[in-house]
């Protein structure tokens, strides 16, 4: 690499490093404000209180159903739990129209998965469905009469809503192009129960299920020697946690009925949102960049340095920097190929590297997975993925090292999150030898290289955990919760009845 540009990239990868000290301040202020959130509303953690007081431990048994409403996608699955922590899932899964995103009534569009529903029973229950038919037919009364063919039925909808019971949510507004304004205030659970009662189907909508709270679930079921899991965490598109708290700690006023007898019940931190104010958060140039010209400025701070939606756009914005700074040349030079012929570098017009959000997080991971000398993947990667023609190996490497450094950076704060929590319950404390088990699920822990040795590296540094600590603390994928982990929580609600 030529020298300035080799300095002018270590300048940049030093403005990401969070330090071991930065580490301990992050989980101060996180254990200060989740328990603010714990206290009272409107506080940056929100801490949402989710109405399920226990986790599975592998024995649970029975056939349930779960659907989940996304984004683009509605699934729908029934999942065996075999009792000994394995199950057996049937699984379908349907485009929603565009226009029934966007449909006049919400009538429109949760008749559609009531549909989708019908359409699955028929198809993989068929002998279940007859039944209940044959049974329907022959009650005198339809209301009130006990069907064991019912289905109890957990719902994922990952859009924001305001909670008051395990079955009941009433929608804050929609997100990711959705918009139906007459669903905006009511309960979600209720509009879908009775479009499926108008279908004589045998589902009860039984429980309303937040994706982490999914991953929990589905962790602990199947988490291996049957330990009881603490967190269920994402990092994906966005990042989020939940995780078993005692209710003598939630002390902020929780409606609706909830089972007080475990004393535990699972809350969602939302935890994205740790730090608007920005006391402890780091913040380069390019944190700042992103935070203003995104669609929420000043909102989800936390979440814009970990996850990733967001990584790819720090790493460009850190990228573009370098290539406009006059005195580095990255991109502009003139490369050999390996049979000696020379070519200039060159973008393409059309480059990602020039566009907002126009650099995938993926490109990270190939980009840190790269061993070679030559970084012949990355470099073909840039070539193919944003338009970068003959990068030389220098070019490459700087990226190289500006992506590792933010990824590193994400996987150190992700450490803050799950080493607060880990404190906060105490669990390392109440035993000497158990296991602290968490759960995660998405694309940064599934395939950046290393996040999760990066996450252990950082909760070694944490006064409250060590080397000893961080030991105890296992963290397992969990890939299933909207539909083993809400089939679980449907359980969890028929229980309560
Ligand atoms: P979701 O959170 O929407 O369920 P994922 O867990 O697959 O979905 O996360 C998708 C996000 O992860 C996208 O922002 C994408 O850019 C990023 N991503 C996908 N693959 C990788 C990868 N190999 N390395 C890093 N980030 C990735």
């Known amino acids: 690499m030529p020298n300035s540009l080799v300095e ?55 056939l349930y159903m779960a659907v989940d409403l996304g984004g683009t996608n509605f699934r729908v699955c029934s999942v065996h739990l075999n009792g000994d922590t394995t199950f057996n899932l049937t699984y379908s899964k349907v485009a929603i129209p565009k226009e029934l995103m966007v449909a006049k009534t919400s009538k429109e569009l949760f008749g559609f998965l009531a549909k989708q529903i019908e359409f699955f029973l028929k198809t993989h229950h068929e002998e279940h469905f007859e039944a209940h038919v044959r049974r329907r037919r022959s009650s005198k009364t339809a209301e009130g009469y006990e069907d064991e063919n019912l289905f109890q039925l957990g719902f994922t909808f990952s859009f924001p809503v305001q909670q008051f019971g395990i079955n009941k949510g009433s929608l804050i507004r929609w997100t990711k192009g959705f918009d139906i304004p007459d669903a905006v205030g009511k309960d979600v659970c209720a509009l879908l129960q009775d479009e499926i009662d108008l279908l004589h189907l045998p589902v009860k909508v039984a429980a309303l299920v937040n994706d982490t709270v999914g991953t929990l679930m589905a962790r602990s079921y199947t988490s291996p020697g049957k330990t009881a899991t603490l967190i269920g965490a994402i990092f994906g598109t966005g990042t989020n946690g939940a995780y078993v708290e005692k209710i003598t700690n939630l002390q902020k006023s929780v409606d609706g009925v909830y089972d007080k007898s475990t004393g535990e019940m699972v809350i969602n931190t939302e935890w994205g949102s740790f730090d608007n104010q920005l006391n ?27 996850s990733g939606m967001f990584l790819g756009e720090i790493v460009r914005l850190a990228v573009v920097s370098l290539y406009e700074n006059a005195n580095v040349s990255l991109f502009k030079g003139v490369t050999s190929n390996t049979n000696g012929e020379q070519s200039t570098t060159h973008i393409g017009d059309d480059s990602g590297l020039f566009q907002q959000w126009g650099l995938d997080s993926s490109l990270m991971s190939v980009a840190v997975a790269d061993d070679t000398p030559e970084l012949s993947s990355l470099r073909q990667e840039l070539d193919s993925q944003l338009k970068i023609r003959s990068a030389s190996v220098e070019d490459a490497q700087a990226f190289k090292n500006i992506a590792h450094a933010v990824g590193r950076r994400a996987a150190r704060l992700s450490a803050v999150a799950l080493g607060s929590i880990v404190i906060q319950s105490g669990r390392l404390k109440e035993t000497s030898d158990d296991l602290v088990d968490i759960g995660a699920d998405g694309s940064l822990v599934e395939h950046y290289p290393f996040f999760r040795d990066m996450i252990y590296e950082a909760l070694k540094a944490i006064e409250g955990i060590g080397p000893e600590g961080a030991e105890r603390i296992r963290i397992g994928l969990a890939t299933d919760g909207s539909g083993v982990g809400a089939a679980l929580i449907a359980l969890v609600a028929a229980g309560m009845e």
């Open 8 to 62: 002018e990239t270590k300048r940049i990868v030093a403005q990401f490093d969070y330090s071991d000290d930065d580490v301990n301040k992050g989980v101060r202020e996180f254990l200060r404000q989740m328990n603010e959130g714990l206290q009272k509303d409107g506080t940056s953690i929100s801490q949402i209180p989710t109405y399920v007081t226990g986790v599975p431990n592998g024995t649970e048994k029975g």
């Open 280 to 306: 402890v958060l780091p913040k380069t140039q390019f944190d700042a960049t992103l935070d203003r010209e995104s669609v929420n400025p000043g909102i989800q701070i936390f979440e814009k340095r970990v």
